[in-house]
């Protein structure tokens, strides 16, 4: 190997200073661009140009090269093209150990044009050149957004509503909507066919990240969103550019609203509270205790003088008691006189100094019923006229048959909706001879349902529909959709006595990262509070009773 002199070495040193700072870039940087981005979008779903070798031009408008976001960045023509159908924005694959950019830096791409995963992008990208420095001012946009503006820096003027954080702990998602929060269509008359959302995500790839977006309830919102459009697992996500100042429209009820009454009662679904661990509920005991803590901030907050549990441990009365214990003296349970074989089963308990059972306790054996009803007559400890609790737990939504009558029809009630209607009719037999019946409990169908609608015919009425503003009503949130699964509805009569009603919104509205569970919820985030202690939100109503 031969070596170089000292001398030799600083002469080259020297002459490489002497040179053009620019010599080196300037003939990538005058290479002109193949086509404009416009080209490469089209005006279709997919590009033209797909298979093909582009180079584009465009300002960096998003930059998320790190391996855990996007390996990539979103560049976009600065000077549109005529046609609004085609996008002027584009998704570049390329990590910083291509060639790191940042947003505002103008740049010529070259790359192979593909389609991955539904968003038109280049990869491999094969060259970046930065050329300088542009700007692109972000497009005002309303949703819903589409592929005219795929890979576009868009902002949103207008007020957003939180629609749904379902995954806002696991991927850093949040689905956002215009006019206020989203109902299910079946839930209440009105709803449009079409509802106009927005999923906001957070520009990374890594599931439960460690820095989460803000921690928001449905019903909150914010103005002037920002952000560039992708694509991907089958939707439109914005990756914001800029923070998002949610407002807390929104805010948590700390007690439920007024009722009246001189008896309250209450219903609420507790989520699989078990206490067999390793089963539907709780993985451990620090699960198990965490979750306890929740139920009984939120049963206390209710000060119910009865309520109806569902999703309580089909185990012989071990999960009650263990409420009971937590609860303290003051309130004991109801004892199933025919619980079924179903994992899980419906409960009473009640204030002893407040409220005397009146007969035994009864239930069904008819097959219709997966999880038999609870029906305890109550009356004042002092006496007076009696009212009847009739607890259920209908069928579920899920686990759809293939075909069949069961199966979804399309209709919007989802799958086992017959079999729902079959439980209502049969609780509709049940109360024919019961003094002042009060059916309680997840009905599993929405406020505009056959089984609600046959609970209704058969003489029954909606307490929830009667006071509770529309708005307001709802008690569960699916797929971005809020509906009324949890019902309350009076006899005739019994109807008469009711003062008040209401709906807590301790846990439909909060994200499921604040829950009891510890696998991937921060620890810093659980509170012994009321918040999340299930997905369902209880209900309450005060009844005025004559008597002593």
């Known amino acids: 190997m031969r070596l170089l002199s000292v001398t030799t070495i600083t002469a080259l040193v020297l002459s490489a200073l002497a040179a053009p700072a620019h010599a080196a870039t300037a003939t990538s940087c005058d290479a002109p661009p193949t086509q404009r981005i416009s080209q490469v979008q089209g005006g279709g779903e997919a590009s033209p140009l797909a298979g093909q070798t582009v180079r584009v031009e465009g300002v960096v408008t998003g930059d998320f090269q790190k391996s855990d976001q996007l390996s990539g960045f979103f560049l976009q023509d600065p000077k549109p093209d005529s046609d609004p159908g085609t996008s ?13 950019v940042k947003a ?13 995963n539904g968003l038109t992008e280049l990869s491999p990208v094969s060259a970046i050149d930065v050329c300088g420095t542009g700007s692109v001012a972000a497009l005002p946009y309303k949703v819903p957004v589409d592929e005219s503006v795929e890979g576009m820096l868009l902002t949103f003027p207008q007020p957003l509503t939180v629609t749904e954080h379902f995954n806002l702990g696991r991927f850093g998602e949040v689905t956002v909507s215009e006019g206020g929060r989203l109902f299910q269509s079946t839930d209440r008359p009105g709803v449009p066919a079409k509802q106009g959302r927005l999923l906001i995500d957070d520009g990374s790839t ?12 449905t019903g909150d919102s914010a103005t002037g969103i920002t952000g560039v459009l992708g694509y991907g697992f089958g939707s439109y996500r914005l990756e914001p550019t800029k923070p998002i100042d949610y407002r807390k429209t929104n805010p948590r009820p700390l007690k439920p609203a007024p009722v009246g009454g001189n008896v309250r009662v209450a219903s609420m679904n507790t ?10 509920g709780a993985s451990n005991a620090e699960e198990l205790k965490r979750q306890l803590a929740k139920l009984v901030a939120a049963l206390k907050g209710l000060d119910a003088d009865a309520v109806a549990l569902m999703e309580v441990e089909n185990n012989g009365g071990a999960s009650v008691q263990a409420l009971l214990d937590a609860l303290g003296s003051g309130y004991t349970a109801i004892k199933h006189p025919y619980p079924g074989t179903d994992a899980i089963q419906v409960s009473i308990i009640y204030k ?26 109550f009356r004042r400890s002092g006496g007076g006229q009696p ?5 259920n737990h209908f069928k579920s939504k899920g686990s759809c048959p293939a075909d069949g009558p069961d199966a979804d029809q ?41 089984p609600i609608h046959t609970l209704e015919h058969g003489g029954l009425t909606s307490l929830t529909k009667r006071f509770v503003p529309a708005p307001q009503r709802y008690s569960f949130l699916f797929d971005g959709l809020a509906g009324e699964l949890d019902h309350a509805l009076a006899g005739h009569q019994l109807a008469k006595r009711v003062t008040g009603t209401t709906i807590w919104h301790i846990n439909s509205d909060e994200p499921r990262i604040l829950d009891y569970n510890t696998e991937f919820n921060p620890p810093a985030l659980y509170q012994p509070d009321a918040f999340r202690a299930s997905d369902h939100d209880p209900l309450l109503l005060g009844l005025n009773l004559p008597g002593h």
Request: hydrophobic share 40%.
């Open 104 to 116: 505002g830096d103008r740049v010529l791409v070259t790359g192979k044009v593909t389609e991955f």
């Open 410 to 450: 399309g209709d919007g009630q989802s799958c086992w909706n017959p079999t729902r209607v079959k439980q209502a009719q049969a609780v509709l037999g049940l109360i024919a001879d019961l003094p002042n019946p009060l059916v309680l409990g997840d009905l599993n169908a929405y406020g505009e349902e056959d």
């Open 271 to 280: 989520l699989n509270w078990f206490t067999t661990l390793g089963s539907r």
């Open 352 to 377: 002893k100094d407040v409220l005397s059972p009146v007969g035994e306790a009864r239930s069904s054996q008819d097959p219709v019923f997966s999880r038999p009803p609870l029906i305890q007559t």
């Open 88 to 100: 002027e924005g584009l998704f570049a694959f390329a990590r910083e150990s291509v060639k790191d």
């Open 206 to 217: 890594r599931e439960n990240p460690a820095t989460l977006p803000p921690i928001v309830r």
């Open 387 to 391: 009212f009847t609790m009739v607890v």
